[in-house]
DNA sequence: GATAATTGTTATCGAGTATATCAAATATCG
DNA sequence: CGATATTTGATATACTCGATAACAATTATC
């Protein structure tokens, strides 16, 4: 049984390279993914790490996560919301919601204001800077992020895309 | 009904108040999701998230998670490989794979065997039981899992959704 | 007014992911 | 050959997320 000799540099990221039926045999290096690539599920995790790294790395000057940038967005289009309203409809739990917004806060994106209908509640609000970095976020998610994914995929196809995901995100 | 919002993202938070869908009256409108619905990172781990879930539910039966359906496909496809080869190709980090390996090697889906050409590594195969719910595991996806997400999309829209998720997944 | 429900919060747990490090085995090279 | 470096599996550890239970303050309900 030959076992492999060496594939001078093995495969440490999560890239691989794919391979339909019928492909060469090359033995050695490169496994095969067999059923695993027919597998949605599989290459909608592996897209979707890409896709956030990417974000990542294009919003990296503004020091913000997917998340956190959903929030901001969140908070300025729905004003006057409170945790709960706001860390529901992001799926977030409302536990989980605290540091979240603790982080936001001590960085002065955001602040928690009392309401005075229910002071049970914290009205949540953009502060100035808060605006101010969601318009940068924006510009470089739209000029950078999605202008790139729109590059390797086609206009059409991205839209396509968004609109398959929107049918399994919410009506599955 | 209460609300009707303009565009066709019509938005269901996935955790949010108990809405029965008899019941209207509930004043409390649905938050605006803005240029979240736009952002393709957004749907990705939304969709994610929910077909997950759905592989969950449809192969619970044999208690496999998407991961570890992905290991026996893995050790099915590519015999003789070592622990190193398989994490690697499936973007697992070695030290993380020992836990996963022990799991299903306690079950005997697939057992550790030292190589005789290398005495460091562990050759891993599949057992017969392994092979047996490897099977089992993958008419559950298929009938089951793959053939909703078919019958949500369309078998066009499902093969072209699979291309531009593997275009993300491994050329992005 | 007594009781139930809601809001934000804390504590805690489990899963997933990341790095550093180790012993054993092997490879490399002087 | 032998000293050194590299590889493999493994352990420990840490950090992020997601989930549940519980609590004080406040509000709603009967």
Redesign the interface.
């Known amino acids: ?1 030959t ?2 000799k060496t594939a001078s540099d ?9 391979r339909e039926p019928g492909d060469p045999a090359g033995d050695d290096a ?23 790294e ?2 990542l790395r294009c919003v990296a000057p503004l020091q913000l996560t ?1 998340a956190q940038f ?1 929030v901001l ?2 908070l ?3 004003p006057g ?1 409170n945790q709960t ?2 860390a ?4 977030i ?1 409302r536990p989980n919601f605290v540091a979240m917004l603790d982080a936001l806060e001590s960085r002065d994106l955001c602040a928690r204001m009392r309401s005075a209908n229910d002071r049970r509640s914290h009205i949540l609000v953009l502060t100035e800077k808060g605006r101010a970095v969601l318009a940068r976020a ?1 510009k470089l ?1 739209a000029n950078k ?2 202008a790139r ?1 729109i590059e ?2 086609g206009p059409a ?2 839209a ?3 609109e ?9």
């Open positions: 049984m076992v492999s093995a495969v440490k990221s999560p890239r691989t390279l794919r490169m496994l095969q993914l067999g059923e695993l690539s027919g597998l949605l599920g599989y290459s909608l995790k592996r897209a979707q790490l890409k896709v956030f990417d974000f997917p959903s967005l969140l300025d289009k729905n919301r309203e706001i529901s409809t992001l799926g739990l924006k998610v992020h999605e994914l390797v995929l196809n991205h396509a895309l968004l398959m995901l929107a049918k399994l995100a919410y009506e599955f």
